[in-house]
Nanobody
Framework: QVQLVESGGGSVQAGGSLRLSCVVF?????????MNWFRQAPGKEREGVAG????????WYDDSVKGRFTISRDNAKNAVYLQMNSLKPEDTAIYYC?????????????????WGQGTQVTVSS
């Protein structure tokens, strides 16, 4: 059974940085999978942020974070990271990692089968 464990959230002032991590347990080795980051701010819908296909170089970013956030993977550690630089107050949200088997990352929450517990990111001005 796939389990995702997130860490790295916290509070930071505008312009600061945080790095989120998501470690995958129980996945079937040898299959491609997508790890995608979502976020949900108070009163808003959950939105896709960035995604990466493990065992490939395919990466996508939402325009709102392009140039500021970097997604990366470490297949040996079964981990995916989200480096967040130049943080803005509008980045404040609960961040979730999500998992699906396959070779494509969809920016749609309905496509994902497994979810992390969420980690709070708060950016103050």
């Amino acid at each position: 059974q796939v389990q995702l464990v997130e860490s790295g959230g916290g509070s930071v002032q505008a312009g600061g940085s945080l790095r989120l991590s998501c470690v995958v347990f129980g996945y079937t080795y040898g299959y491609d999978y997508c790890m995608n980051w979502f976020r949900q701010a108070p009163g808003k819908e959950r939105e896709g942020v960035a995604g990466i296909v493990t065992n490939s170089d395919s990466i996508w970013y939402d325009d709102s974070v392009k140039g500021r956030f970097t997604i990366s993977r470490d297949n040996a550690k079964n981990a995916v990271y989200l480096q967040m630089n130049s943080l803005k107050p509008e980045d404040t949200a609960i961040y979730y990692c999500a998992f699906r088997y396959g070779g494509y990352c969809y920016p749609d929450r309905s496509r994902y089968n497994y979810w992390g517990q969420g980690t709070q990111v708060t950016v103050s001005s």
